[in-house]
């Protein structure tokens, strides 16, 4: 049986999201065996040749998309960018404590596990503005001591994203990238470590990316007591393969990369395929003469996560379930925030993005 692909919407999903057609097919053709291998990729052993192979490949697809440097260590862990939130500040917080940028509810979530591991000091807050941007770097100061700062380059409920790497003043910079990750060219020697849960922007769930220099692996403090996976250390020394690794989901982020380097151009092809898809929502925004609100300031609106309000909540519950009827899905905002969000990421269309964007059109002028 084959499901046609004209029975997919559009997927707005925030996460796990939309993935490329082309990825999706090619596992679907080699689901059941792949070439050579006379068993499917969910069947074999992760230390057999072939899963050796496709995760070496993947590797360095990334390594070559990215352009990261050899000084860096790239690992495939689990646990969700969730685990990252503790596991950086059981392998580095130490006396000094950690400077954090509190921009958002990702950002505050890492924050709260920092917190129950050691001291936090809140370098910079947008909560009182209600996280609608980004902070410029002269707006925030760090503590010298402080063993690192941490960011989100992208926060997904709020819709809020930096433009900039932001100066780090000599603090090694972490950052969670995990609804931006991939979404455009970057400069990964500015990071000392940087992590993505997989299934905003790179593939599906169950595989977290960690791409980590090794300088700042260097500091990571010894405990004997902490359990082995909670440190990098195993992972490194073992390449990712201390336990059995999540290999389906490493071979789709590997599909997904294919798709990025062989027909999307690039990072920078990506980069000028998502700022047209989110120059036109935002436009639809900004000229519905008030109609629907943006979020964020226009100088931190997000390139993957897009969220407005409309005149009262009803409207909103409305304009949720007739966008849904029509084929535009997970438009509803997070419960934190309410409204909507559009999270066009890599993968989503222009052609979906046109067709919200006349949606809008029309439910202004009938519920204007
Ligand atoms: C989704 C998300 C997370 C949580 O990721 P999990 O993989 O579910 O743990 C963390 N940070 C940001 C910015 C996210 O968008």
Redesign the pocket.
Known sequence: MTVSTSQRIFNFSA?PAVLPLPALQEAQRDLVCYPGAGASVMEMSHRGKVIDGIIKETEARLRRILGIPENYHVLFLQG????QFSMVPMNFLGTGGADYLELGA?SK?AMSEARKVGQVQVAWSGKAEGFKRMPGDADFKVRPEASYLHM?S???IEGIQFHHDPDSQGLPLVC?A??DFLCRPLDISRYAMIYA?A??NVGP?GV?LVVMSDEFYSKALEDELRPTMLGYKVHVDNKSLYNTAPVFSIYMVGLVLKWVEEEMGGLSGIHAHNQKKAALLYQAIDQSNGYYRGHAEVASRSLMNVTWRLPSEDLEKQFVQEAQARGLDGLKGHRSVGGIRASIYNAFPYEGVEALVSFMEEFRRKNG
């Open positions: 996460g969700g960018a969730s685990l990702w979530k989100t992208n926060e997904t969670d995990s609804s849960g299934q905003k769930a977290t």
